[in-house]
């Protein structure tokens, strides 16, 4: 599929599997190699909107009606509720036990491998992968079609009632997420420190 040159980009909330396109196959030589992005949020207002997004997503294999007759508290307090899926993804560890080598490993597959953005910031990191990958708008009319769709997007993604910070639901969502507040704390200030390159 790399070799190919039938799709300019892969969209997966996998990263490990996808690899396997990149490597080269009868003993050719590596042409083409992969480079990851990605847009991180705040594990706690992850964790809120995947609760949400879930009491009404039928078609979705994760769904559950459970979840329908639930407050986001319970959902907290329960086995449903999301653990530290930024780690378990970055680390390939997606169930068992996670220690701090798993932290280690996540940290350091975004350091090496990604183009990191972030969910507060959408309009620069969407600038930045534009910049990176040379997805200009051709012109002004293009740019504000753009700017709507992900002004539309957002305002789906921010239309749920979020937790006020450090009420009880907040720290039993931090609590089940500990792991990702760490990676995601690191990948913040690489944000900011790719920000300052203007990578």
């Known amino acids: 599929m790399a070799q190919s040159g039938l ?24 042409t083409d190699y992969g480079y990851m992005f990605t847009i991180l949020r705040h594990p706690v207002e992850r964790a809120v909107h995947m609760f949400y997004y879930l009491k009404d997503a039928t078609w979705d294999p994760l769904y559950n009606d459970k979840l329908k007759q639930m407050t986001i508290k319970e959902y907290a307090r329960s086995s449903y509720v999301e653990s530290n899926w930024l780690t378990r993804m970055l680390s390939n560890q997606p169930g068992g036990e ?31 992968f534009e910049k990176r990958f040379g997805w200009y708008a051709a012109d ?60």
């Not at 080598?101 to 959408?122: I, P, S, T």
């Not at 305002?155 to 979020?162: I, T």
Request: hydrophobic content about 40%; some cysteine.
């Open 140 to 199: 002004e009319e293009t740019e504000a079609c753009e700017e709507a769709i992900i002004a539309d997007k957002m305002s789906k993604y921010n239309d749920v009632p979020m937790i006020s910070e450090n009420s009880e639901t907040w720290e039993l969502l931090v609590d089940r997420n500990k792991y990702d507040m760490d990676v995601y704390d690191f990948a913040s200030m690489l944000f900011m420190n790719q920000k300052s390159k203007n990578n």
């Open 98 to 128: 996670l220690t701090e080598e798993h932290v280690r490993l996540a940290k350091e597959v975004l350091r090496r491998k990604f183009l990191v953005g972030n969910f507060q910031d959408m309009k620069f990191s969407m600038k930045r």
């Open 7 to 30: 799709a300019d980009v892969i969209f997966t909330p996998m990263i490990y599997e996808p690899a396997k396109l990149f490597l080269p196959t009868n003993g050719e030589e590596q």
